[in-house]
């Protein structure tokens, strides 16, 4: 059955504590990247290239050299115009190019051609169409901030659509500088004009919020947005920065000039990955912590109008007649355990997954290659035949949750099997179907289980419940050696909406199970039922035009507090229930 929580938007991430940053600031020198190039666009692609929008052209940067995509009819890469304004990549492999001269072009990545779609529409002079920025919605379709108001586009379709204002009719605004999206419908935008828009792209209504209404005088142009980890929207304007209220309704929100500011216009705003505000301006770029303290400034960074994240975490700034400039944090007495070298026991693979400790203090570091045991007293991995024989599974494979049950055991998610350990026997063991399996005199089981498991949580009689990507919930007997898996059925509403799951959570206070989902909303098992292939599901979704309605269906992780409440970590937004 389809049901309503009642909700309201927060954001649950980690949080930086106050404290002034410790920053190693770079600047990339190339040839053809001067001081005077005037850097408007970052972006990383799947493979690594940096890609950097210019008014002198289209640079892509492999950390050694640059290359260049100019106006050359030529070659197939030739841009039709080399002012880039605006970057965005979309998911089949294209690299969409906004500019100020009416022309919405694209390069193909794998086979380097640029496509070009032009849409200067009769004599309108093309500084109408300089497109400020793109936005690509979870549907594919494209969203034009741009000199002439919105406009949205389709890929596949003839046509540009615009849009018109909710009140007037007439064309939204003389400028719209931004796209911010709020979650995975609703997107709001704004520049020159007297008002602030906020788009529903699924019902496809526009809502018109005076400036003046919320804090903001009608004449002070705004270049930029952001939302922060409470859901506050920070607008960087020609008055400098400022900060909303916390509220749920744009419309009742109100925006007051934030301390420690710039007295020039702020032109730029990136939140960080541990959720610091970043904003630039000509007096620089300035750091805010999730507390709102200044932690950082630097003021020959100026006239900052570009920044990105790229897959290492380093931070990228592109600047107006500054540069481009790289920021690394600071990292002070950590001690680096790296991977193998010749003649040392070292982690089997860089990338790690997860922790856990044991009962003797030993860590358990599970990687994308296989299972490691560090000795923190020693300072040095152990080696780990003891354990694993030289052509068990768990030394290459890819672990994707290391999870200890209340007695002690480890439950350890894999891409190619589910594995179980009894620290007191020191051995391990694989499952590979957890419908047939066998318990031996050491009590380790054997046999067939899902390739796909990586989700465990454990209830108050003693069960695993194993959750998959694309075979269905499982729950895992012990005592009575028994399994039971239950999946989706078509037809049956009440059933597990979706054989995959992204997050598993056990309520103790409600003896029920909560099954995120990636596309269909929240999933509650109570297990006071009677519990076989025909059990029910109580499934939360979102609804159109229901505010209390979950906000997002694809819901990344369960998170509870000491409340009673669970937070639901969305697409974008989080939402924060009662069980």
């Not at 380093?314 to 680096?336: E, Y």
């Not at 309520?507 to 006071?528: E, F, M, P, Q, V």
Request: aromatic letters at 10%; charged letters at 20%; glycine letters at 8%.
């Amino acid at each position: 059955m389809i049901r309503k929580l009642l909700i309201c938007i927060l954001w649950l991430t980690p949080v930086l504590t106050h404290g002034q940053l410790d920053l190693i600031v770079h600047k990339i020198e190339h040839a053809d990247l001067s001081d005077q190039s005037e850097i408007k666009a970052l972006l990383q692609d799947p493979r690594g290239y940096m890609w950097i929008g210019t008014r002198n052209g289209l640079f892509r940067y492999d950390g050694y050299d640059l290359d260049v995509y100019l106006n050359d009819p030529g070659t197939s890469k030739s841009l039709s115009s080399i002012l880039i304004h605006s970057l965005a990549l979309d998911t089949n492999d294209r690299l969409w190019i906004g500019t100020p001269a009416g022309i919405y072009q694209y390069l193909d990545l794998a086979s380097d051609k640029v496509r070009l779609l032009q849409f200067t529409k009769d004599k309108a002079s093309d500084s109408q169409y300089w497109i400020n920025d793109i936005h690509i919605d979870p549907n594919g379709k494209h969203w034009l901030a741009t000199y002439s108001g919105l406009l949205n586009y389709q890929p596949g379709d003839s046509a540009f659509v615009g849009w018109a204002h909710p009140r007037t009719g007439d064309t939204l605004a003389a400028n719209l500088n931004f796209i911010l999206p709020l979650n995975d419908h609703l997107l709001l935008t704004g520049g020159t004009g007297s008002d602030l828009f906020l788009i529903n792209t699924w019902n496809q209504k526009i809502e018109a919020i005076s400036k003046n209404k919320i804090g903001i005088e009608s004449e002070n142009q705004i270049y930029c947005a952001l939302l922060d980890w409470l859901g506050r929207l920070w607008l960087g304007t020609d008055q400098g920065l400022f900060r909303s209220t916390l509220g749920s309704e744009l419309s009742k929100i109100h925006f007051k000039r934030t301390t420690n500011s710039f007295n020039q216009p702020v032109k730029l705003l990136h939140r960080l990955q541990d959720n610091s505000v970043l904003a630039g301006s000509s007096d620089g770029i300035k750091i805010f912590d999730t507390t709102d303290q200044l932690v950082y400034r630097n003021s020959q960074i100026k006239n900052a109008e570009a920044a990105y994240i790229d897959e290492s975490h380093l931070i990228w700034i592109g600047t107006i007649g500054s540069g481009l400039f790289t920021l690394q944090r600071r990292i002070k007495d950590f001690k680096n355990i790296e991977a193998d070298q010749e003649g040392e026991v070292k982690l089997s693979n860089p990338n790690v997954t997860g922790f856990w400790e044991d009962e003797a203090g030993l860590i358990w570091v599970g990687t994308k290659a296989g299972l490691n045991v560090y000795d923190p007293k020693l300072h040095s991995l152990l080696d780990l035949k003891p354990y694993l024989d030289l052509n068990h599974p768990l030394r290459n494979v890819y672990v994707t949750q290391l999870e200890p049950d209340s007695k002690g055991n480890l439950w350890i998610g894999t891409r190619a099997g589910g594995f179980f350990f009894l620290p007191a026997a020191r051995s391990l063991a694989r499952f590979q179907n957890i419908e047939s399996h066998e318990v031996d005199e050491k009590g380790m089981i054997e046999g067939e289980y899902p390739k796909t498991a990586s989700l465990f949580a454990h209830d108050r009689d003693g069960h695993t419940w194993v959750g998959t990507l694309s075979t269905g919930l499982h729950r895992f007997d012990s005592s009575r050696r028994e399994t039971l898996r239950l999946i989706s059925h078509k037809r049956n509403n009440e059933s597990l909406p979706i054989d995959g799951a992204a997050d598993l959570y056990f309520d103790h206070g409600s003896n029920k199970l909560l099954i995120a989902t990636l596309g269909r909303g929240l999933a509650i098992l109570d297990l006071h039922q009677k519990l076989d292939q025909h059990a029910t599901f109580e499934v939360y979704q979102h609804i159109e035009g229901d505010s209390c309605s979950l906000s997002s269906n694809t819901i990344m992780s369960i998170v509870p507090d000491d409340q009673g409440h669970f937070y639901l970590c969305t697409y974008q937004v989080a939402s924060i229930s009662l069980i």
